[in-house]
């Protein structure tokens, strides 16, 4: 809870001067946003800096008001020419300008580009930069893959799979291997992977591990989802703790949209009995979906009526335009049923569409 969390960092900030540093704050939800502000508020008079790297910055957001906006730029000529110089110690002066200049000040720009006149004439590394928009940068990721082993290149095509950071021991159940093996260091020699002080492999740059993912075949990837789901529900083991939102997440990608559903609704339930109103929500649209993408017999339309009304409480206190075709869809379907349970839930439990556009338009 977000008090309890807020006392523990003002307590460690008494102690001894504290930085707090959160990446990617652009994907927080309510409940990280609720416990950064509970930890701001709990801290005040404290030594504790906290530092956060976003995309963009919501001006709504009231958690985010009293702080100091640093905007980072590309980076400028010196900068590029050190950082080149740090990856090609021997550079031809001309390259290193046609590097920075093709790159923008980009550092993972200045990286592929580095490692591709690594491997490549000038005259190629100009080619690229010639293309339009970042399509250049994925053409350069992936033949960074095609120049490795056969082996080396399934092998990061199935880490890719698995996600930006795959712990050990989905390490161990789809490659075999473990966190110190040759191949993996060769993989992290060659800037792909690197190992983590807890065991997990994590991808250099998720830009690189999202272009390598799409260059995966969709048979082959279903069947690597397929996997790693099963893999997880074997580490769960009975009675232990179930990972429903990764598990919804790979049945999904590997076209099981039943089993994508369920999880999805079990994780909806968890992050709504922690008060993450948001994320409930987000996973009980994405078993809604799924579900629909599994055929709504007659015993699926019950289960997606009930989902429908999970959604519908959770809105009573979190009301969003974008949610009113669910309840428009769920008085249709729940028209349609013999039982009048169904209708009366969809009818009576969440208002009516107009009282939701109006709660929408006053929110």
Avoid at 194 to 199: E, Q, V
Avoid at 228 to 251: D, K, N, S
């Amino acid at each position: 809870p977000a008090p309890s969390i807020a006392r523990l960092f003002a307590t460690w900030a008494e102690r001894q001067p504290l930085l707090l540093f959160i990446d990617d704050w652009h994907w927080s939800d309510t409940a990280s946003r609720q416990a950064l502000a509970a930890i701001g508020a709990a801290s005040q008079g404290a030594g504790l800096m906290v530092v956060v790297s976003t995309r963009t910055l919501d001006a709504s957001d009231a958690t985010m008001r009293q702080l100091e906006v640093i905007p980072l730029a590309p980076l400028s000529a010196e900068e590029s020419t050190a950082s080149i110089r740090a990856l090609l110690p021997r550079v031809d002066p001309f390259v290193a300008e046609e590097i920075y200049r093709y790159s923008g000040g980009n550092p993972l720009f200045i990286e592929e580009l580095c490692h591709q006149a690594a491997y490549e004439k000038l005259a190629v590394v100009k080619g690229a930069g010639q293309q339009a928009g970042a399509a250049w940068l994925q053409v350069l990721i992936e033949s960074r893959v095609a120049r490795l082993a056969p082996v080396q290149a399934e092998l990061v095509r199935t880490l890719a799979v698995v996600g930006n950071v795959v712990p050990a021991t989905l390490l161990a159940a789809m490659t075999g291997l473990v966190p110190d093996d040759p191949a993996l260091a060769e993989l992290a020699d060659k800037d792909f992977v690197f190992p983590g002080p807890d065991g997990a492999l994590r991808f250099k740059h998720g830009l690189t591990r999202d272009v390598i993912y799409e260059s995966v075949g969709l048979r082959e990837r279903r069947e690597l989802h397929l996997r790693v789901a099963q893999a997880l529900l074997r580490q769960a083991g009975p009675g232990g703790e179930v990972p429903h939102e990764a598990l919804a997440y790979h049945f999904g990608a590997a076209g099981r949209d039943a089993e994508a559903a369920h999880h999805a609704e079990q994780a909806g339930d968890r992050a709504a009995a922690l008060s993450a109103l948001d994320r409930a929500k987000s996973l009980y649209h994405a078993a809604l979906a799924r579900l629909r993408a599994a055929g709504l017999d007659r015993g699926r339309v019950q289960r997606w009526l009930a989902i429908a009304n999970k959604l519908g409480l959770i809105c009573v206190f979190d009301a969003s335009r974008k949610d009113l075709p669910v309840f428009e869809q769920a008085v249709q379907l729940a028209r349609a049923q013999a039982e009048m349970a169904p209708r009366a839930r969809a009818e009576m439990a969440p208002p009516g569409p107009a009282q939701w556009a109006e709660r929408a338009e006053r929110a």
